[in-house]
Structure formats: structure tokens, C-alpha cells
């Protein structure tokens, strides 16, 4: 087979969504249609067309041209089976329905722009609405009761909402318009924005979760979210916040002080960073800037804006003037100002703050107060090209690492072995021999996940990693000259070790929490579990009784799972049983209906009831002695 033949059989094979979405968007999609539709069969390609935004797109940009689609759809209907066509089909005719609301909403965002532009209006005080509203939290004060109830109105969707004004190039323009916008009219904006941002949700669930869709009358959809990836997302935030829930208590605890506002802001990012980079060394480059140069340009910028309220505006130079004042030499301050500029190109204003007009830039003290600094530093690092967010994984392997070492005096380590055989190269990342038996640790860090886009991509990421993880696991175990290369190194401490006479438990380990323990024989585990286990913390939620005066702390997972000595029986036993928990937090996730009349949209949504978690905490407290 020719090497260019190998390449693109190695890109038809990768799961991972942002290549299914470049083989079916290329110049060679019809070959790989037929490559799935060999290998996995033609159900799994309608499945992959739609994962890949075939039908309908919950992103800001164009899917499909209409070229490669009816090429795709002739080939559909020329090779795949009846069953197949059907879903095809069944997925057309319902990404067009989601389709039209979508761009029925987009008209109407373009309308009420056109309105703001050719009424001479005041771009500045709409964006003064904004601040205010974020800044204050002030009511919706919505005249259709019903939206009202069914809108999650939050700051977070009205800074998606004003990202969407700007993408659209409304507020780039310094219109210092002699007409002030009426709040009727102000208030029809946010409703807009905020549809919008529901809509999308919703296609995003239909897309890569169980959505089930049905048109009533001419122009009205019903649309039920099922249970499965969508619930399996809710819970998988859930748990990675329950389950951090003591740090963050302990982090919290830790500012009853006389410290500022500022300086606790500071504290607090580099416990975070710490945390999610697995490394103290704030010396670690990411588009060029060291983590620290990032943790002082957040606090910057948070400083600047903590004791003002209104929207900001300051020329270029005089920004630079400031940075530079403080130190930042002309390379951190060409970056930061790069990447914290807003464009068409942006994810949105919490990573992008900077709205730039003309030699000055605008920025909304309040979107500086609310935004998530960690977030958005993610953000920033993920979709630039230098961003180096592979350093993380190496960190993460330390981290793992470093949990294991004396566990016990009889355990070994290593890590990073690799070799080569045939032109192919193979590589373990932890290995942990426990009593008779050998851990191997695949360590793999994931973007956390804000959407079921997210969750769905670390899913399919984690399938093309345990691919990865059972191909050089059965060099090392089942080949000659893996083995030899396995036993050397162990040989060094134990110098009758033989892979071929221990018990081999392969673990993957990341920083995501999903639904399951086991892929076939690999047990998936997220790294605060492992931490917890060898730590012998068992996870706790903290309940406190307002009334009584009382902190109640209730175990996540049996305490038996952490009592005696760590073995290789008891390690194994916690890795099949570290997700049945105390209590059912599975119970909370419930089935709300929104309608949104005006807009023709009735849902069933699933969302976490935080209020009926809490019942089932007091209930649990009363029943049991804690």
C-alpha cells in the first residue's frame, strides 16, 4: 500500500468529530463515505452526517456547500440500504425544520440591527443596557409572561446574546447615534438574543443527543429530549463539581481574611491553574506567555475594572501605556491584546473582551467581573494555533504519577516506555505493579466540556484512545519483543518479573467523568477519583443546616471502599464499584416543557433540578446518622 493510501486510511479510521467533520467536508468525502459504509455499515454513516452538520449546524458558520452536498446525497441514494435512505431522509426533513428557525430568528436580529442603524440610535447606550443588566442583575422585565418562565435568562446568555450583535458588525462602528433606543424596543433585542441562544441549544442536542421531533399545524415544533448523552452530560458536570466540592470549600475557607478583592481574585486563579494545568510550575509557555505572564494580565484587567461600573472606553496606545507600566514587555502585550480583541472569529466576549473601535476599545466592566478567568484562558489557548495545549497532557502523566509513588513499599513504577517494531512505534504512559499485579495508566487530558457538543467529542475522543491504548498494550503484553522491553525495565527492582506471570489491569484515566467504569476489559477513571482512592478521601457533599447552625457531611461512596490497607484486590474492587453512590444523583434530572409561542417552539428539555437534589440530601440526612 502507497504512503499516501496508509495517510488517508489512518484519517478514515480517526473517531475524533473535528476529522469525521474535515473527511466529509473534503476532497475525498465520497471515498470515505464508502469506507464507513463498508466497514461499519450505512446506519453508522447517517449517524456520522449528522454528527458532522450535515443536516443542520449548531455552529456561528456555514456547514455543507450545496456542491458537496447533493454530491453526498446522490451517492446516498445510489449505494445505501432502504433502512438507511429512511434515516437519511427522516434527518433532512428535520434539520430543515430546525433550519428555518434558526435563520427565521437570524432575520429577525438582522432586522432589528437594520432598525438600530436607520434610526440613528445610539449603539453606546444599547451597550449600556447590556453592562447595566449583567452588572445588576436586573429583572427581565418581559411583557410575554410566558417567555419569562421559559427562558433561562442569565448573564451568560445575554454576553452570547451581545457576541452574536457584534459577529453581526452591529457594534463595531463608533455610531454615536442621537437617538436613545426604547426599553420596549431594548427588551425585544434581549428576547431575540435570548431564543436564539435556546435554539441553538436545542439544534446542538438534536445533533449529537436522543431528540425526537414532530411538526404540529404549519409552523409550530414539539421537540422531546431524551435520556442518554444529554442526561449523561448533566451528570457528568454534576459529578465533576460534586466531587471537587471539598477543594473548592477548603479554597473558599481559606479567604476569611483581611485580603482584597484583588488579591483574592489572584489566589484563586492560580489554585485553579494549578489545579487544571497538574503543575506548580507557572513557567510553562502557552501562545508564547508563560502562565504566569497569563495569571498577571487577568488580574490586570480585573483591577482595572473592579471599581468601575460603567462601559469603558480607552485609546490603544494609552492601553499599552498601562501594560507596560506594569512591566509586560511588547511581545505579552502583542499577544494578549491579539487574543483578547474580539472578531468574527471569536468563541464570544468572556475570552474576547476587548470590542474594538476605531483607535480606541471598549470593554464592559461587567463582563470583566462575571467572566470565569480559567475558562476563558482555555478558551484562548484552544483555538489559537501556537496554543500548546499538548504540554497539559504532559503535566497530567506527572500528576498521575506522582499520586502513585509510595503507595506501598512493595509497588514499582514506571513510566514512558516505549519501543519500536516494524516501523510502528508503541508507548505506555504509567505503569504501577502492585502486589502480582500491573496497572497500566493511560493518562489523556480532555477539554472540559460547556455543551453536549463537548461531551459528545470527548466521548468519541475516548474511544480513538482506548483504540490507541489496546494496540500498544498487546505489543507490550502479547509480543516477544514488547514483553522484553516491558520485563527490562521492571527488572531493574524486581528481577524475576515476568508480564507473562502477572494479572494486567489497564486503566484510562483523564480529567472527565463519564458515564461508565469499563470499555471492554479498560476501566475509565477520572483523575480526582484516582486522588481520592490513594488518598484515602473518601468524596463528601457539605450540607448546611441554616436553621440549626450545622454542617452535615455526607459520603458520595460507601467509606468501606476506603478502609485497610491499598492492594491490588481492594484497587480493583474500588474501580468496579467508585460510581455507585450514597445518594441517587442521577434522580434530579428531570423533563421541564418551555413554550415559546411567539417563536412556534414547545420542548420537553432535561435539565438538573438543584432544589429536588437538595430534598433528596435533607431526606438522606433524616434517615440516616451522619
Known amino acids: 500500500m502507497k504512503e499516501t493510501e496508509v495517510i488517508i486510511l489512518k484519517k478514515f479510521k480517526d473517531v475524533r468529530l473535528n476529522t469525521i467533520e474535515r473527511n466529509l467536508q473534503g476532497t475525498k468525502a465520497i471515498e470515505y463515505l464508502e469506507y464507513i459504509s463498508r466497514e461499519l455499515g450505512d446506519l453508522i454513516l447517517i449517524e456520522r452526517l449528522k454528527v458532522a452538520g450535515y443536516f443542520v449546524t449548531d455552529r456561528n458558520q456555514n456547514g455543507f456547500k450545496k456542491e458537496k452536498r447533493r454530491e453526498i446525497e446522490k451517492w446516498i441514494r445510489a449505494h445505501c440500504s432502504t433502512e438507511a ?81 457584534l459577529r453581526h458588525g452591529l457594534l463595531k462602528e ?81 479567604y476569611f481574611d483581611n485580603s482584597n478583592e484583588i488579591n483574592i481574585y489572584e489566589k484563586s ?20 506567555i508563560t502562565l504566569e505572564e497569563w495569571i498577571k494580565i487577568y488580574t490586570f484587567f480585573y483591577n482595572f475594572a473592579y471599581d468601575k461600573n460603567e462601559i469603558i472606553r ?16 511588547e511581545n505579552t502585550i502583542s499577544v494578549v491584546l491579539e487574543a483578547f480583541t474580539f472578531d468574527e472569529k471569536s468563541n464570544d466576549l468572556f475570552s474576547s473582551f476587548l470590542i474594538e473601535q ?30 500548546d495545549i499538548s504540554k497539559k497532557g504532559i503535566s497530567f502523566e506527572n500528576y498521575v504519577r506522582n499520586i502513585l509513588y509510595d503507595v506501598n513499599s512493595k509497588s514499582c513504577i514506571e513510566s514512558n516506555l516505549q519501543s519500536h517494531h516494524d516501523g510502528e512505534s508503541y508507548e505506555l504512559d504509567v ?52 514483553q522484553d522491553s516491558l520485563n527490562n525495565r ?54 448546611i443546616d441554616n436553621t440549626n447552625k450545622k454542617i452535615n457531611l455526607i459520603f ?30 442521577k434522580k434530579p434530572i428531570r423533563k421541564v416543557e418551555i413554550f415559546i409561542r411567539k417563536y412556534g417552539i414547545r420542548a420537553i428539555r432535561l435539565v438538573y433540578d438543584e432544589d429536588y437534589f437538595e430534598e433528596i440530601v435533607k431526606e438522606y440526612i433524616e434517615t440516616h446518622s451522619v
Open 85 to 165: 435512505k429512511e434515516k437519511f431522509y427522516k434527518y433532512s426533513k428535520e434539520g430543515k425544520l430546525l433550519s428555518r428557525k434558526k435563520n427565521s430568528i437570524e432575520k429577525k436580529i438582522k432586522r432589528y440591527m437594520s432598525y438600530i442603524k436607520s434610526h440613528n440610535i445610539d449603539t453606546l447606550q444599547l451597550l449600556k443596557y447590556i453592562n447595566d443588566v449583567i452588572l445588576y442583575n436586573e429583572t427581565y422585565n418581559c411583557k410575554s409572561k410566558t417567555l419569562q418562565e421559559n427562558l433561562i435568562v442569565s448573564n451568560e446568555n445575554i454576553i452570547l446574546g451581545t457576541g452574536i450583535l
Open 174 to 254: 463608533d455610531n454615536k447615534g442621537k437617538n436613545i433606543i426604547s426599553h420596549k424596543k431594548y427588551m425585544q433585542i434581549m428576547e431575540i438574543m435570548q431564543v436564539y441562544n435556546v435554539v441553538n441549544d436545542i439544534i446542538r442536542n438534536w445533533i449529537f443527543g436522543e431528540v425526537t421531533l414532530k411538526r404540529k399545524y404549519f409552523s409550530l415544533i414539539y421537540i422531546y429530549e431524551n435520556f442518554g448523552i444529554i442526561s449523561d452530560r448533566i451528570l457528568s458536570i454534576k459529578e465533576y463539581m460534586a466531587l471537587n466540592a471539598a477543594k473548592v470549600t477548603k479554597t473558599v475557607l481559606a
Open 269 to 288: 486563579l492560580r489554585e485553579k491553574v494549578s489545579e487544571f494545568f497538574y503543575t506548580n510550575d507557572f513557567q510553562e509557555e502557552y501562545i508564547g
Open 314 to 329: 480607552i485609546g490603544k496606545q494609552q492601553l499599552i501605556k498601562l501594560l507596560e507600566m506594569k512591566k509586560f514587555d
Open 358 to 387: 476605531g483607535e480606541d476599545y471598549l470593554i464592559l466592566s461587567s463582563i470583566i467581573k462575571v467572566t470565569e478567568p480559567l475558562k476563558s484562558m482555555m478558551s484562548l489557548f484552544t483555538k489559537h494555533t501556537h496554543g
Open 431 to 482: 505503569l504501577f505493579y502492585l502486589n502480582s499485579t500491573l496497572f497500566v495508566f493511560e493518562c489523556k487530558t480532555q477539554f472540559q466540556h460547556e455543551d453536549v457538543r463537548g461531551y459528545y467529542r470527548n466521548i468519541l475522543e475516548n474511544e480513538y484512545y482506548l483504540s490507541k491504548f489496546r494496540r500498544n498494550l498487546e505489543y507490550f503484553t502479547k509480543e516477544k519483543s514488547g
Open 490 to 543: 521492571f527488572r531493574k527492582n524486581i528481577p524475576d518479573f515476568d508480564v507473562k506471570n502477572v494479572k494486567v489491569v489497564p486503566i484510562f484515566v483523564s480529567n472527565i467523568s463519564y458515564s461508565f467504569v469499563k470499555q471492554g476489559n479498560i476501566y475509565v477513571l477520572d483523575a480526582i477519583r484516582l486522588y481520592d482512592f490513594f488518598e484515602k478521601q473518601p468524596p463528601v457533599i457539605e450540607y
Open 556 to 585: 458520595q461512596l460507601s467509606p468501606k471502599l476506603f478502609e485497610g490497607k491499598i492492594s491490588d484486590s481492594n484497587f480493583v474492587h474500588y474501580l468496579e464499584n467508585c460510581k455507585e453512590y450514597e445518594i441517587d444523583i
